[in-house]
Antibody, heavy 122, light 108 residues
């Protein structure tokens, strides 16, 4: 079971970045998937998630309209397209598997990647 | 949005102690409350889901309880590897999925 994020780095304010998460060891298309971020020295913040077939997706208010979550089940991969970045987006971004059903309430983050760091600075 | 408030924000304890971390929700989340452990520089790890269901491999010294708005994570007989930051998270009323602010557990 593995989730491996990539695509993080240093980007200027107002810039864009695309994060990727490559998965293995489980049937990717069976799971809701999320991105969760953690600013330096801060707590965890859920960013976005996407349904198994990509037909539903949700974003937290601070990123809605700037970030877009997507997935490619043929490539067992999850993505986060990030735009209009600000310093407040500086964080480690984790790719996370949801173990349950998002709409039932019986849900949790049971598998995490190692994270990729995004730094927004001039 | 449902707010989760953890208390205390930090605590110090000794090996062998029993500690309790609280998580209070701004409205009822029934039993849809999960707990995570995070060590420095590492990704969080799911410990408990649905208030009290231990994940495979999690030691039995960890336990969870509560319902509605008040929840508790208890660690009995603290071990050196238990010193970490703990987060609660609700999956009941979403989106958004929300976390508590975290409780840092240090060695006294």
């Amino acid at each position: 079971l593995q989730l491996v994020e990539s695509g993080g780095g240093l980007v200027q304010p107002g810039g864009s970045l695309r994060l990727s998460c490559t998965t293995s060891g489980f049937r990717f298309s069976d799971y809701w998937m999320s991105w969760v971020r953690q600013a330096p020295g801060r707590g965890l913040e859920w960013v976005a998630n996407i349904k198994q077939d990509g037909s539903e997706y949700y974003h937290v208010d601070p990123v809605r309209g700037r970030f877009i979550i997507s997935r490619d089940n043929a490539k067992n991969s999850l993505y986060l397209q990030m735009g209009s970045l600000t310093a407040e987006d500086t964080a480690v971004y984790y790719c996370v598997r949801e173990k349950g059903d998002f709409w039932s309430g019986d849900d949790a983050f049971d598998l995490w990647g190692q994270g990729t760091m995004v730094v927004v600075s001039s | 949005d449902i707010q989760l408030t953890q208390s205390p924000s930090s605590l110090s304890a000794s090996v062998g102690d029993r500690v309790t971390i609280s998580c209070r929700a701004s409205q009822s989340i029934r039993r849809y409350l999960n707990w995570y452990q995070q060590k420095p520089g590492k990704a969080p790890k799911l410990l408990i889901n649905d208030v009290s269901t231990l994940q495979s491999g999690v030691p039995s010294r960890f336990s969870g309880s509560g319902s509605g708005t008040d929840f508790t994570l208890t660690i009995s007989n603290l071990q050196p590897e238990d010193f970490a930051t703990y987060y609660c998270q609700q999956s009941y009323e979403t989106p958004p999925i929300t976390f508590g602010q975290g409780t840092r557990l240090d060695i006294k």
